[in-house]
């Protein structure tokens, strides 16, 4: 489930997670500590992190409440449960510990790709950002609107999740895999291991008809909820259910009449990265 690795800032090792279910990466809080306060002491990392969570709860942060713990490898080799933040987190969590490295840090995170700390303020940055991306990579002004399109009916689905009750951590995670199940007829992770995707982004590999019956279950999931005013995870999975049921029947009736098989194992990898699969 999980695939462990380290990033590396400066000359500060990160201990990360990625969770495929979520589609996230996890980040050790210490570690972040680590970086903020310039410290390689991880006694003194730990101790600051047990002081600043104690000062965010008597604040009534949620950032605290939110956070998670996972098995991660110590510098003695063996595991011990870590407090982990995602990257929305790790940014409000930045923004606690006064530092000269704040900034960089957030750069460092855009960089990479994990934040677009400039979309925060000017969401047209990210799209256009978006669009040159897609099409430097050879796609289509055809595949990418698709894209597009089908991002904005995700948005407003996830809008009406988090108005609702669905806690955005791992339900959204959890429904998410829900529709794509019912419509596709296998799950997320299933879908990325026959693309032979690992971190990559789902969507951005998906064919132009997957986006539009990804598309269409998520539409159709979100109207349902909103007709029987769903709330929380239990009403809203029923919603996601029925949702990607109407996108199955389309999805079958369209590989009837054009004999095209939907879901394909058709992904935009580079060439190299092609290769290493077919040699598998």
């Known amino acids: 489930m999980i695939n462990k690795t380290l990033a590396v800032f400066e000359n500060f090792k990160i201990r990360r997670h990625y969770d495929e279910k979520a589609d996230k990466w996890y980040f050790s809080i210490v570690d972040i500590i680590a970086v903020l306060t310039e410290q390689i002491d991880y006694k003194k990392n730990r101790n600051y992190w047990k002081w600043l969570k104690n000062k965010l709860k008597e604040e009534g942060s949620e950032l605290v409440s939110n956070t998670n713990q996972l098995k991660m490898q110590s510098a003695d080799g063996k595991y011990y449960k870590t407090d982990v933040a995602d990257v929305q987190q790790l940014l409000r969590l930045i923004q606690s ?10 750069l460092w995170l855009a960089k990479v790709g994990y934040e677009r700390i400039q979309e925060t303020a000017n969401p047209e940055m990210g799209l256009n950002r ?6 430097a990579h050879g796609r289509s002004d055809k595949w990418i609107q698709q894209r597009m399109t089908g991002q904005e009916t995700r948005n407003k689905l996830t809008d009406y999740w988090q108005s609702h009750g669905v806690k955005e951590s791992n339900e959204f ?18 879908h990325k291991a026959l693309k ?18 990804t598309a269409l279950a998520e539409l159709t999931t979100r109207q349902i909820a909103e007709n029987v005013n769903a709330e929380g995870l239990h009403e809203n999975k029923k919603a996601g259910k029925e949702g990607g049921k109407v ?21 935009f990898l580079p060439v190299a990265d092609k ?3 077919e040699n598998k």
């Open 196 to 213: 032979g995707l690992k971190s990559q982004n789902l969507r951005d590999h998906m064919s132009e008809a997957e986006l539009i019956f």
């Open 173 to 190: 995670a959890i429904l998410t895999d829900i529709i794509h199940r019912e419509w596709a007829g296998l799950t997320v992770k299933s």
């Open 97 to 106: 510990v006064p530092s000269p490295k704040a900034e960089p840090f957030k």
């Open 130 to 135: 978006a669009r040159a991306n897609w099409k």
């Open 247 to 267: 996108a199955k029947t389309a999805r079958l009736v369209y590989e009837e009449r054009t004999g095209r098989k939907v879901i394909t194992g058709n992904n």
């Open 275 to 277: 290769n290493k699969l």
